[in-house]
C-alpha cells in the first residue's frame, strides 16, 4: 500500500509545482521533520531523492522519504479551498 492523492490534493501539489516552475520532474516531496518529532516537512524539489517512492497521479508527482512511506502507507493525502487558496 502506498499513500494516494485525492483529486484536490492532485491539483493543489500541481499548481504550486506549476508556480514554483519545477521541471516535469519534480513534485512534492514529503519528509519526517527534523526539528518536531512526529511531523512531517513538505517541500518542492526537482527530482526524488534517492529511495524515495514516488506516486504519480496524473502528471502530479509526490515523492515520499522512505522511512515516512511506511508511517503514510495507507494514508490519504487531500486538500481544501480556503480564501488564500488551495491548501
Not at 53 to 62: L, N, P, Y
Amino acid at each position: 500500500t502506498m499513500l494516494t492523492l485525492t483529486d484536490n490534493a492532485r491539483h493543489a501539489v500541481q499548481d504550486i509545482a506549476t508556480r514554483a516552475g519545477l521541471p516535469d520532474d519534480g513534485g512534492l516531496r514529503i519528509a519526517k521533520s527534523q526539528q518536531e518529532a512526529g511531523s512531517f516537512e513538505l517541500s518542492l524539489v526537482p527530482a526524488p531523492v534517492d529511495g524515495d517512492q514516488v506516486i504519480e497521479a496524473e502528471g502530479t508527482r509526490v515523492f515520499v522519504e522512505s522511512e515516512t512511506s511506511e508511517v503514510l502507507a495507507d494514508q490519504q493525502l487531500d486538500a481544501a479551498a480556503s480564501p488564500e487558496g488551495v491548501g
